[in-house]
């Protein structure tokens, strides 16, 4: 059972390159998003989709962008990486979105550094 | 606007103890609470939940109840094990959104 997967697991940037975390689910959920995960911030949610060709931004979405063009894939850019982008990344799927189910299926996380 | 405050971490205590760690929340209307769990290296997983005031959610030996007139969500487990070692957060959900707490870390000594 794949559940939800992101790529890569590791990930070194310079300042101002630009890269795509991907995120795949194969258990047919509609809402899809994405937290950073900070020491002694907690999970902070960056954007989130309840379908496809749907998307909203979250709590701290500055500086990365995404796209909901199929149900199973939400890929996360980072147009021109800075420092403080430097973080673990999680993808979390739900059949219908919290308000209904409430429960969040998580990825294993990227952790991305940005020197 | 919404929040969740855990106490803060780490927590560290022996084998078979008691254990609390403490959740309060900050919200408009009636959100559902919930915990989450997350092991070395891997992603965070539910644990337990309640949606409605009074409810209890409980899970693997681990046990919260929703109290409207303290707006807190306590975990509480009778006796813990080596293998509770890990984070615990608490969560709310508002609108299309879960808003976790910051995370209270937890080391059980055997």
């Known amino acids: 059972n794949a559940g939800v997967t992101q790529t890569p697991k590791f990930q070194v940037l310079k300042t101002g390159q630009s890269m795509t975390l991907q995120c795949a689910q194969d258990m047919n959920h509609e809402y899809m998003s994405w937290y950073r995960q900070d020491p002694g911030m907690g999970l902070r949610l960056i954007h989130y989709s309840v379908g496809a060709g749907i998307t909203d931004q979250g709590e701290v979405p500055n500086g990365y962008n995404v796209s909901r063009s199929t149900t199973e894939d939400f890929p996360l850019r980072l147009l021109s990486a800075a420092p403080s982008q430097t973080s673990v990344y999680f993808c979390a799927s739900s059949l219908q979105g919290p308000r209904n189910t409430g429960e969040l299926f998580f990825g294993e996380g990227s952790r991305l550094t940005v020197l | 606007g919404d929040s969740v405050t855990q106490m803060e971490g780490p927590v560290t205590l022996s084998e078979e103890a008691f254990l609390t760690i403490n959740c309060t929340y900050t919200a408009t209307g009636y959100p559902s609470l919930f915990w989450y769990v997350q092991y070395p290296g891997e992603g965070l997983q539910l644990l337990l939940k309640?949606?409605?005031?009074?409810d209890k959610g409980s899970n693997k030996g681990f046990e919260a109840t929703y109290r409207k007139e303290t707006t807190s969500f306590h975990l509480e487990k009778g006796s813990v094990q080596v293998s509770d070692s890990a984070v615990y957060f608490c969560?709310?959900?508002?609108?299309?959104?879960?808003?976790f707490g910051k995370g209270t870390r937890l080391h059980i000594l055997p």
């Open positions: 969560a709310l959900d508002r609108d299309d959104k879960i808003i």
């Open positions: 309640a949606t409605k005031a009074d």
